[in-house]
């Protein structure tokens, strides 16, 4: 009971509480986090790898506190890779941050919504195409400890996402994918690619918000070198397309964490197919190139 007094404030259930395990190979294991001193260890994993490894900028009380931290943690499920063989307050090596849509409704919305207009996704037609009972889960503030790098903890972790889609009925994940940089015009060629291969259809097409639009249809179709252009790819991004991803109209930069951003919207069925326990997941693994790109999602 000793949290049971921020519970009101938390609105995804399994937070802070006794979460079961998705997974556990050896020392490994991926779960929930099940109380407030796991988020903050999550935090301070996130602020090593944000503000210490990349660039991103600090507020004052993140550089206070060391902890990356935002108004959605105390709303969001927190998955966490933990090594049991680590140290105490050292254990938590990977994390993704999840938001399911029936707490963001609720509660302050999605994080993606300061960037993109999300209305698409939440029309009648959309809905249909969910299926009856299913909702969306915003994926975000995915980080993997150096040291950890690899496909196998990459696998892990998705595995476990696996196991909360069909927990949550989640019909589709969707969140933002990074480029490296403020200055949309060092990835057109990137851009112009995904732009015109991997476009959410226009029947629902999210697009960035007026005030942060840039534009991603900047090459003609016909001048794109399709091959160079999947080279230009984050491995991160180039693993969500692997899975069958679609990408939003218009790139948004994020002076905060030095990256340009992008939408990507991913079916669920086929991550469940290709990461839940239920499957065999030795030749699904992420590359090992994607995995060192976790840390950048």
Not at 58 to 65: A, H, V, Y
Not at 233 to 240: A, E, N
Request: charge should be neutral; charged fraction near 30%.
């Amino acid at each position: 009971m000793k949290y049971a007094g921020l519970r009101p404030q938390v609105a995804a259930a399994q937070t802070l509480v006794g979460a079961k395990s998705y997974v556990r190979q050896g020392s490994i294991e991926v779960r929930l986090a099940r109380s407030l001193k796991e988020i903050k260890e999550a935090q301070k994993l996130r602020y090593q790898i944000f503000y210490e490894e990349m660039n991103a900028k600090p507020s004052l009380r993140m550089r206070t506190s060391r902890r990356d931290i935002d108004k959605y943690d105390m709303i969001c499920d927190h998955l966490l890779v933990i090594d049991h063989d680590r140290p105490r307050g050292q254990r938590i090596v990977g994390t993704y941050r999840l938001l399911r849509q029936q707490v963001a409704d609720a509660q302050a919305g999605f994080y993606s919504s300061s960037e993109y207009d999300l209305g698409p996704l939440k029309t009648p037609a959309f809905e249909k195409i969910m299926g009856e009972g299913k909702q969306l889960l915003e994926l975000g503030r995915s980080c993997v400890h150096l040291d950890y790098r690899a496909s196998s903890t990459i696998n892990m972790l998705w595995s476990g996402i696996a196991e909360y889609l069909k927990e949550h009925k989640i019909a589709y994940m969707f969140g933002c994918a990074s480029f490296e940089g403020t200055d949309p015009a060092e990835h057109a060629l990137a851009l112009a690619y995904l732009y015109h291969n991997h476009r959410v259809p226009d029947d629902f097409r999210v697009k960035a918000l007026d005030n942060l639009f840039n534009d991603m249809n900047t090459l003609e179709e016909a001048d794109i070198d399709n091959r160079l252009a999947r080279r230009a790819l984050p491995p991160l991004i180039k693993g969500y397309l692997r899975l069958g991803c679609f990408f939003g109209d218009g790139a948004v930069v994020d002076e905060q964490f030095g990256t340009t951003d992008v939408f990507i919207l991913l079916p669920v069925e086929k991550i469940a197919s290709r990461y839940s326990r239920h499957y065999d997941l030795k030749g699904e693994a992420n590359d090992e190139e994607a995995a060192k790109e976790a840390a950048k999602a």
